[in-house]
Structures are given as C-alpha cells and as structure tokens.
C-alpha cells in the first residue's frame, strides 16, 4: 500500500457502533485509493469482518469503488474472503476479514525491569516472543538483545513472509533515565539513555522502520485495538515495575497537549499513616519488590512471564490492599474530572493477581464518599501482561494500514 500523506494515527472505539466515526469514512474523489484503502481496512479490523455492501454503507464509499478496493486488498494478500452468506434475496454476500498472514510487525517492550519482544500478525496475535531480565537497563545488552531478537523472529517466518514485515514498534518509558534511583541503578548508570536517538540506532541495526510510543500509552492501545472492553469512555492503569495509565475518550487514546495524558503514577493518593504520596509508591510492583528483598528473599520471579505468586503470602496480602486503596482513590479523583464509564486494570502479574487486584480496588473504591459523581465500573483489562508488547508491534500497523489509532509517536 502506498504510505504517502500519512494520516494522524487515531484509535478504534471501544465497542462497536452501527454509525460510522467520519474519521474512517472514505472518499469517491480520485486519488484518494489509498486513504480508501485505510479505511476499509480500518472498519474490517474493528468489526471482525464485512461483507462488501456493508463496506461501502459504513465507509460511504460507493459499491463500485468498495468492490474495486476489496478486489485490491484481496489480492495484496491484505484480506480473506470467507463462506458466501445467502439472505432472502440477491446474491449471497462474502465476508471478507483481515488475513493474519497479510502482514507481520515487531513489537519492543522496553522496561524497567525486563525487555520482549515479539513478532505479531495482522489480527493481533503474538507468533513467538524473545525475552529478557535484568536488573536495570544498560545499552549495550539492550542493543544485543534488539539485534540478535529481530534476526530471530524474523528467521522463523517462511522467506515469502518476511517481505511482509511492516516495521519495529517500541514501547518504552519517556525519560527512562530520571528513574535510576528507584530502579537500582547505580549513581549515573542511566545517563546513557538521555540523549539517546532510539529510533535511529534501532533503525540502524535491525534494517526496520521504528515507531516509538510510550510504553502504557502503548498498552492501552493494544487494549483499544485487540482487546474486548466494551466502552468507549475509560481510564486505563497498567501495573507495572511502576504504575502508569492512559485515558480513552468516546473511543480515542488522548494523548494530550504536552503527550503526557494519563500519566496516572504521579497523582498524588492517601498514604500509609496520613499524608500523600505519588500512586507509584502504592501501586507498583518496585514497591513489592522491595518489600520482599527486605524479607531476605529473592524478588526475581516477580518477573518471569510464568511467575507464580502465590508463595508471596501475606507480602502479596499487604501490597495488594495497599495497591487497591492507591487506585480507588486514582480513580475517584479521575471520574470528579470526566465522567468515565469505567476504570481498567491490568499489569505485569498473573491473572490470578489481576483479578484479586481488580476486586480490592472495586471494593475501596466503594468505601470512598463519591456523592455527585458518576458511577464507575472497575474491571479486569483483557490483555494481560504483554498489553505492552502488543500495543507496540500495533504502531507498524496503524502507521501503514488504519486510520483509526491514536498513539503518541516519538519523534526521536
């Protein structure tokens, strides 16, 4: 497809709707073929699939130039046809869906604690992942880790799919470096990530093009595009080595004025013992970390993607009802600002922490007075811990095939 007059990058709705958002609405004027293109794409992806008279309802597109498109995009090997459907009358209509096979991203997590990446295809599923544990992030490793990860993935694929790789996505904390202290790094071990340009030394060795997002921001996205929360208003926590956020609005990821919207570990939260603290010393896994380091016992389990926390006993009790209280009052204070439909959990953690945690923030928030406030459902994300990953190997998508995703690119 032709990347020319790269559109602003906007997100899906959280559910979907018969009335079509005008940003995924095509145009019959010429030259327009491949903004088109995106938008067809763009409503196949949020709806799961399309038959090629609902395409050019939803797009008013004209039926000649949906039929025209899809023909293209079928023979890109972008879309599949599936088993004709007969109604009560005329011809029997073909739904057509997005071919996994279509095209391939990879997707850059870089974190605190850990690094993945992964390869993912076009409808969102994660074909095979490398990984990495460290104690905080040095350069060097990183950039091993990048090189030998990519060459990896890449020779996992069959030769006539490699050409359909569509770039690198990364995900990563902005300002890495100002978290060197809380995370263990030694005095000035992190400088080295300051006045790093990432996209152009990732460029370099890996042969991709590279699109760089913050990492929760990152998140949230995935849980936008492949995730299953049905809302289109909702406030959005990530629990990681340090809690982070995002905020969708009538189905938009808002980056804000500054790209810094959702930055929802640094609200300030009711601390331990009266006064206030920022929601990273409540609801970060640091914060347990630490507390189990303390104990005399090794913390590194907390981050193997298979880590089970069940022996953690009454330290995981603790930092769980301590996390919960930080978030409820995160979100009471997020619903007094914008009446969110609901507030969505998800982190670095088994599903089993998910849903204990989820629970607990449910049950303080219920404890907290919210006269003259909406109500707000909270509920468990549907991605899980690769939501970051995910949403990463998602930027190559949206930059060259939808319309539809707002995500903060770096330009760095």
């Known amino acids: 497809m032709n990347d020319a007059n790269l559109p602003g990058l906007e997100s899906p709705a959280g559910s979907v709707r018969e009335a079509t958002d005008e940003r995924l609405r095509g145009s019959n004027q010429a030259g327009l073929r491949a903004h088109n293109e995106r938008a067809v794409l763009s409503l196949i992806r949020r709806h799961g699939e399309l038959a090629k008279s609902q395409i050019a309802r939803l797009s008013g597109l004209s039926p000649q130039t949906a039929s025209v498109i899809m023909r293209s995009l079928e023979a890109e090997g972008l879309v599949l046809a599936g088993e004709p459907r ?34 993912m295809d076009f409808v969102g599923q994660v074909r095979d992942s490398r990984d990495v544990l460290y104690r905080f992030p040095r350069r060097a490793e990183i950039q091993s880790f990048v090189e030998r990860g990519v060459a ?17 996505g990364v995900g990563m904390p902005f300002e890495l470096w100002s978290w060197g202290e809380a995370n263990g790094a030694p005095s000035g071990e992190m400088e080295e990530w300051r006045h790093l340009d990432m996209a152009t030394e990732l460029e370099a060795l890996t042969g991709e093009a590279v699109y760089i997002a913050n990492d929760v921001t990152a998140a949230c996205g995935a849980e936008q595009a492949f995730g299953t929360i049905d809302s289109a208003d909702y406030i959005y926590f990530f629990v990681g080595a340090f809690v982070g956020g995002g905020i969708v609005i009538d189905g938009t990821l808002v980056s804000g004025r500054t790209g810094n919207a959702g930055a929802l570990g640094s609200m300030p939260v009711p601390a331990p013992g009266g006064g206030r603290h920022q929601l990273i010393h409540a609801a970060s896994i640091h914060v347990l970390e630490r507390r189990v380091e303390e104990a005399g016992r090794s913390a590194v389990e907390l981050w193997r993607k298979d880590a089970d926390w069940t022996g953690l006993g009454d330290l995981l009790e603790a930092w769980i009802a301590e996390a919960a209280e930080g978030l409820a009052h995160a979100i009471a204070s997020a619903v007094s600002v914008y009446d969110f439909e609901k507030a969505v959990i998800d982190g670095s953690f088994p599903a089993a922490v998910r849903a204990r945690l989820t629970e ?33 190997a998602s930027l190559p998508f949206f930059a060259k095939f939808f319309l539809d995703h707002r995500v903060l690119l770096a330009d760095r």
Not at 152 to 168: C, F, K, N, V, W
Not at 361 to 372: E, H
């Open 86 to 119: 007969r109604g009560r009358v005329g011809q029997p209509s073909v739904p057509m869906r997005l071919n996994p096979d279509g095209a391939f991203a990879f997707g850059l997590k870089l974190g605190r604690r850990t690094s993945e990446i992964v390869l």
């Open 152 to 168: 990896d993935l890449r020779a996992s694929l069959p030769p006539a799919l490699r050409r359909r790789i569509a770039g690198l």
């Open 360 to 392: 607990a923030t449910r049950q303080a928030l219920g404890r907290i007075d919210l006269q003259g406030l909406p109500p707000v459902a909270v509920v468990e994300g549907t991605i899980g811990r690769a939501a970051r990953e995910v949403g990463s």
